[in-house]
């Protein structure tokens, strides 16, 4: 097993598709390196305005719902910013055009 030492000082941008997916993959990494010294920020390019069974919400519901709860998440973590690209959930493509919004 290789150890890495959490980037003390440096800046990390975590980049997912939607809402919790950073929880759920490397919220532990991201706050071991806040612990050491890191300003961390989230990317998210969804809002997650799919993500509920309950046919009573709106996409514009659910997307309010999960960017305030990853705000929350971001908050608990110690996370600098959280930005959306508010890109529609299931319709994200690999295209020049994401590239240049992930990388602005």
């Known amino acids: 097993m290789i150890h890495l030492e959490p980037p ?5 941008m975590a980049i997912a598709a939607h ?6 993959w490397c919220a532990g990494t991201l706050a071991r390196a806040i ?11 969804t809002s997650g305005d799919k993500g509920s069974a309950d046919p009573a919400d709106t996409a514009a519901t659910v997307a309010a719902r999960r960017e305030a709860e ?3 998440a971001a908050r608990r ?4 910013d959280v930005a959306f690209l508010r890109h529609p959930d299931g319709e994200v493509e ?4 994401l590239r240049r919004e992930l990388v602005a």
């Open 8 to 12: 003390a000082g440096a800046a990390v």
């Open 35 to 45: 612990d050491g010294g890191a300003t961390a920020r989230l990317l998210l390019v």
């Open 94 to 97: 690999d295209s020049r055009l």
């Open 19 to 24: 809402p919790d997916d950073i929880e759920s």
């Open 70 to 72: 990853a705000r929350e």
């Open 77 to 80: 973590l110690g996370l600098a």
